[in-house]
């Protein structure tokens, strides 16, 4: 089983930054994939990031690359979603979410674990 809770959402206004985190606890955190997913009201949830098991793998929606940064820390079983130049379109729930099973991918159905969300609001 694995738990995670992400935090760090909030009003922001465009142009603006913020870092979202993801607190992960139960199984060995450094042997799964993490990902980054958001949806907004009335759409679907739509993949934004992805890092590999080490961290030495990134891939990116193409509507976030060059301005999302995506990171983990092992040791502390954290998972970092760092979102710079944010616009109105970014505005959506974060939800954080862990591919234990190593399916890979940018589905949501590849993803066993989520986290409950946390909302980033991006004002023009």
């Known amino acids: 089983q694995v738990q995670l809770v992400e935090s760090g959402g909030g009003l922001v206004q465009a142009g603006g930054s913020l870092r979202l985190s993801c607190a992960a606890s139960g199984r060995t955190f450094n042997s799964y994939t993490m990902g980054w997913f958001r949806q907004a009201p009335g759409k679907e949830r739509e993949f934004v990031a992805r890092?590999?098991?080490?961290?030495?793998?990134?891939y990116y929606a193409d509507s976030v690359k060059g301005r999302f940064t995506i990171s983990r820390d092992n040791a502390k079983k954290m998972v970092y979603l760092q979102m710079n130049s944010l616009k109105p379109e970014d505005t959506a729930v974060y939800y954080c979410a862990a591919d234990v099973g190593l399916v890979g991918g940018t589905t949501v159905r590849a993803y066993e674990y989520w986290g409950q969300g946390t909302q980033v609001t991006v004002s023009s």
């Open positions: 890092i590999s098991t080490s961290g030495g793998s990134t």
